[in-house]
């Protein structure tokens, strides 16, 4: 896809927004380090134009905007009184829900025993979700569709999400490998392609084997100062896609 100075390749609503446009951190998030990531790490290259293409921008725009503007009617590329994000068969959310929860806690809320949660959804903040995985991926956690199989209005499609491995993870050693996942899901789009409703499912522990595998470290040794630092370069979200 061609380039555009100053804008971002896979991603729109992003750059030319109006001024009362509310971002969640004061400014449209920069995702020059996870499109790096992405560009070197994708195993597929669609044509500019093409319906894997345009689902696999689409579905970035989409967590862009859910991910950093704060407010429902800033969000151009859903149809806020029909969306519903599904994940793993359970209940879905509404814009509003998924706004207030963010996207890591959607993804990883669970109904597991407390003892066997890696991820405690109950006891993480928007903010503090997006810190977690900010820290442990810095360079980003990058997303590419692998397949389409249907256009809309009902989209199926396959993906794969992943990054490096590089900061600490809920009391684990990074260990500088790279995490990967695969899912699958369905976007439901209007006639005006907004979303209607989006329905992941995945396998949590694939996420997990990969993020556990570092050797367990102090609190002392995790490190704010760390977190701090990869938080003053980029207040982009990591699953960014």
Not at 106 to 117: C, G, I, M, T, V
Not at 153 to 181: D, S
Request: hydrophobic share 30%.
């Amino acid at each position: 896809m061609a380039s555009v100075p100053g804008r971002d390749k896979y991603r729109s609503f992003l750059h030319d927004e109006a001024d009362s446009v509310q971002w969640r951190h004061g400014g449209p998030p920069t995702y020059d380090a996870v499109n790096q990531l992405f560009e070197e790490g994708r195993t597929k290259e669609w044509p500019e134009g093409s319906l894997e293409e345009t689902v696999q921008n689409a579905i970035k725009t989409w967590e862009m905007e859910i991910s950093h503007k704060v407010r429902l009617q800033d969000i151009k590329s859903i149809n806020p009184e029909k969306f519903k994000l599904i994940v793993n068969g359970r209940e879905g959310l509404t814009g509003e829900e998924t706004l207030k929860l963010g996207t890591y806690n959607a993804l990883l809320k669970n109904s597991l025993p407390k003892e066997f949660q890696y991820y405690k959804v109950d006891e993480e903040t928007f903010e503090s979700s997006h810190e977690v995985f900010r820290s442990a991926f810095p360079r980003g956690f990058a997303w590419e569709v692998i397949s389409v199989y249907s256009g809309p209005p009902l989209i199926a499609f396959k993906f794969r999400h992943w990054g490096i491995f590089q900061g600490p993870f809920k009391g684990h050693a990074p260990t500088g490998e790279k995490v990967e996942f695969f899912g699958l899901g369905t976007l439901k789009v209007d006639e005006s392609l907004k979303v209607e409703d989006v329905e992941i499912y995945y396998d949590p522990g694939e996420l997990f084997a990969g993020l556990l595998k570092g050797p367990p470290i102090s609190e002392s040794q995790t490190g704010d100062e760390d977190i701090a630092q990869c938080s003053a370069k980029t207040h982009g979200c990591p699953f960014q896609k």
